[in-house]
């Protein structure tokens, strides 16, 4: 029979920005672009990480994302510092505070060239075929192609083929991303992955913000989720991703932001109105992340988007947000109840991420 959490999906997240609200300093120089803002913020975020600061994050973010009512996650990792046995330290935590996680390494060329890709690659491998843990699945992931060459994206293909996994990756969130892939030689990022046998069915591409009305159907049709990301893309001002309209199957992230996805449907509703996106099954696009959810966990029912009133979706996320924040159960394992959370002191787990978070603010002002 299978089972069904009731709780909402985050369908693309960053489990390492769990300190993040916990201070993080701004830039010396305030970012003009996309490019600046990964290099004078996230990047360096990444590049400070170590095995101890990684685990306070991913637990915090996990801890306050069962408690605002979340049971399942996608994650998209990178620390280039800790890179081996990095993906363990998410899934321990997703697993002792009872979520449901698919993770992978973002591998990436940005730091230390293919060395760093191939490294990055081996750590899906060497996790995918070595976790053992219910609550959790591997996929094998890149940061984005524009970070990458052919030769990690055909590596990355065939290690999706050899252990039967998909690919997730950060997809046309900015126009560098087009831009790249055309000074490559391809019409862009998608028919750069197609080409180079990278594009398992069922991958993930997160964000399509400047993909194409065919770009979009073409990734459809090979099987490809696209996940919305409101609020990043709003506060990234990266712009709006009119073309995801063209495809049936588009789920909802925070990418990074805290997981509070009633929050992320309200801003999608938003930021729809002000972009002057009519689409009828746009309010669908949250409640889908369940179906992509149950892809990973054979067994796990997902919400019956059909079922779902589009003009009640709403309606629909904050009741089943509400339910969850007082009583979740994940697998049949209890994890809220009266609004408490049940795996773990959620005070010390606060109180450790205070702590790792001014550590790692330090780690970061000393980077060269």
């Known amino acids: 029979m299978p089972t069904f959490d ?8 960053h489990l390492y920005s769990g300190l993040v609200p916990f201070g993080l300093p701004g830039p010396e120089r305030t970012p003009g672009s996309f490019i600046e803002i990964l290099e004078r913020v996230w990047w360096p975020l990444d590049r400070a990480l170590d095995a ?10 996990v801890a306050e994302a069962l408690l605002a009512g979340t049971a399942a996650l996608v994650d998209h990792h990178e620390s280039p510092n800790e890179i081996e046995g990095s993906l363990d330290v998410l ?13 992978c390494y973002g591998a990436t060329e940005r730091n230390g060239g293919r060395d760093e890709a191939q490294r990055g690659l081996a750590e899906c491998r060497r996790f995918i075929e070595s976790n053992c843990r219910q609550l959790v699945r591997g996929a094998v992931g890149l940061h984005a192609s524009f970070t990458v060459s052919d030769d990690t994206i055909r590596e990355a293909g065939e290690l999706c083929r050899e252990l039967g996994v998909v690919l997730h990756l950060h997809v046309a969130e900015d126009e560098v991303d087009v831009t790249d892939a055309r000074a490559r030689g391809y019409e862009g990022p998608v028919e750069r992955l197609l080409a180079l046998d990278a594009f398992p069915p069922g991958s993930i591409f997160a964000h399509g ?15 490809a989720w696209l996940v919305q990301n409101p609020r990043s893309n709003r506060h990234n001002r990266v712009g709006y991703p009119h073309a995801l309209a063209q495809s ?12 509070d996805m009633v929050a992320e ?22 409640p889908s992340g369940s179906a992509l959810s149950a892809r990973f966990f054979p067994g796990l029912a997902d919400a019956d988007v059909d079922e779902i009133e589009a003009s009640r979706c709403r309606e629909w996320a904050a009741a089943v ?25 959620i005070d010390e787990i606060r109180r450790e991420a205070r702590e790792q978070a001014d550590r790692l603010w330090k780690r970061m002002r000393s980077l060269p």
Request: hydrophobic share 40%; aromatic share 2%; proline share 4%.
């Open 265 to 286: 449907l309200d801003a999608l509703y938003s930021e729809a109105e002000a972009h002057g996106d009519r689409h009828a099954r746009l309010p669908l696009r949250l």
């Open 52 to 61: 101890a600061a990684l685990g306070a994050a991913a637990r915090v973010y």
């Open 209 to 223: 913000v400047h993909l194409s009305p065919s770009q979009v159907r073409l990734a459809s049709d090979h099987g």
């Open 91 to 103: 899934a321990d935590a997703c697993q002792e505070l009872g979520m449901r996680a698919v993770l």
């Open 248 to 259: 049936p199957h588009v789920a909802v992230g925070t990418d990074g932001f805290v997981s």
């Open 321 to 345: 947000q509400e339910r969850a924040r007082r009583h979740l159960d994940v697998d049949r394992r209890p994890v809220v109840h009266d609004g408490r959370l049940l795996t773990a002191d």
């Open 6 to 13: 009731q709780g909402l999906v985050n369908a693309h997240t």
